[in-house]
């Protein structure tokens, strides 16, 4: 099986990280423990079984896009080592497996005809993870767009919702009899304002109002997806989002900052969960990106807001902000009306330069619930990158990790305590992978990767998190 490292019983880990110490109450029966990739960056294969090229395939080849000018061509070879993985997840003893489908895999031209090939890699998946008894959670959307679709303007245009739901409703009918958790686009927030105004995931354009355009026409896509796959999928298909979350933190007490901070929430928070929820953008989002209202039809935002039975929520840290102090800080700043704290004395940062804010995860989860009413959330992504080194051996030595993933289980049982109907939580990510912009500098794995041989270690924190959920089995 080629699989390093053994789970252990938590209680051989040194006292401060044997899981479930500081836990406020136990986790319900059935509660999803699991982690979780998305295709383009653990499968490679990108030529394969007549899978055609996503907007990613071109945006990796763009001079300077990419560390090092990295690329997801083999990533983790997942497509190939997928059973494999699998026997790893089991190994981890998790419940649950989130992995995305590669639309340009599935629908090579975005549209038209199935690619049967590609479509089995996904039903042996679903298959092999069943056959272990770990519940398939399946993102339709985790940023890789068709080329083909891309052409016709991609989120640009209305379109391309249309052909999202199309694709949504073929594989719900292909997949739908065995898999329960869907989740339609994965972070829309970075699919629009990263793809679309910074420029640094594909499609790779520099234009605010692009971005709030793209943005509509994703949340568009969204809507019509959710009512076809509530007309093809059976009753007890749960039919979700995933979107990130930072909650924001007012960096001092002056009246200005705290219009500051209801302006970065309205932009990194709300501009996707007000339509969702509440069937209506937040009124001044237009004014704090500065941009005009993009292509609204009627009866869009009523789609938008289609009912959902659960919310995923992407965590990994929060956002400290204060008014600008001066009008050049003002103007130095990305949005003219706050500047975000990049570093905090005293506190603790990952790899990616996030901060390490557990009590976050808290305060969003239980907002959700009661300022939103979102009837049921999974924790859809959570972890952390860290420099890990492997020698060689069995075991990659990553505390730093079991610290982090403790700290946020020990608030997810806080969350619990607080009555909000929190079903699971998925680890970021299984395996080290290709981290968009930064290649493969940014290792998030529970297991390590060695990409010269694809050697998978389990690292420490796997062996952890194994026997954290072996011990919460009841
Ligand atoms: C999220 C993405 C995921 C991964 C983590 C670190 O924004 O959804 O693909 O890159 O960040």
Known sequence: MGISGRPQDHRSFPA?????????????PGFLWGAATSAYQVEGAVREDGRAPSIWDRFVARPGAIFQGQTGEVAADHYHRMEED????????LRAYRFS???????????????????????????????????????????????????????????????????????????????RWWLTHNEPWCSSYLGYALGIHAPGMHDKQLAI???????????????????????EAQIGIALDFYPVYAADERPETQVAVQQADVFRNRWFLDPIFRASYPESLFTVLGVTSPPIQTDDLALIASPLDFLGVNYYSRMLVRAPRSAAAASAAEHASYEVIERIPGA?????????????????????????????????????????????????????????????????????AQQVPLKGYMVWSLLDNFEWAFGYSKRFGLVYVDYSTQRRIIKDSGRWYASFIASQRR
Not at 213 to 235: C, D, E, F, K, T
């Open 101 to 179: 489908i590669a639309w340009p895999r599935v629908l090579p031209q975005g549209t038209g005809p199935v690619n049967e090939r590609g479509l089995a890699f996904y039903e042996r998946l679903v298959d092999a993870l069943l056959a272990r008894g770990i519940e398939p959670l399946v993102t339709l959307y985790h940023w890789d767009l068709p080329v083909a679709l891309e052409e016709r303007g991609g989120w640009l245009v209305r379109d391309t919702a249309q052909a999202f739901a199309e694709y949504a409703e073929m594989v719900a009918r292909r997949l739908g009899d065995r898999v």
């Open 213 to 235: 355009n793209a943005s509509h026409h994703i949340l568009l896509s969204h809507g019509l997806a959710v009512q076809r796959l509530r007309a093809v999928l059976p009753r």
């Open 86 to 93: 699998v026997a790893l997840m089991a190994h981890l003893n």
């Open 16 to 28: 401060s990280l044997a899981g479930g110490s500081n836990l406020v109450g136990g986790f319900p």
């Open 348 to 416: 603790a940062y990952t790899d990616m330069g996030w901060e390490i804010f557990p009590e976050g995860l808290e305060v969003i989860l239980t907002r959700l619930h009661r300022e939103y009413g979102v009837k049921a959330l999974v924790v859809t992504e959570n972890g952390a990158a860290f420099e890990d080194h492997w020698h060689g051996g069995e075991s990659v030595h990553d505390w730093q990790r079991i610290h982090y993933l403790q700290q946020h289980i020990e608030a997810l049982s806080r969350v619990l």
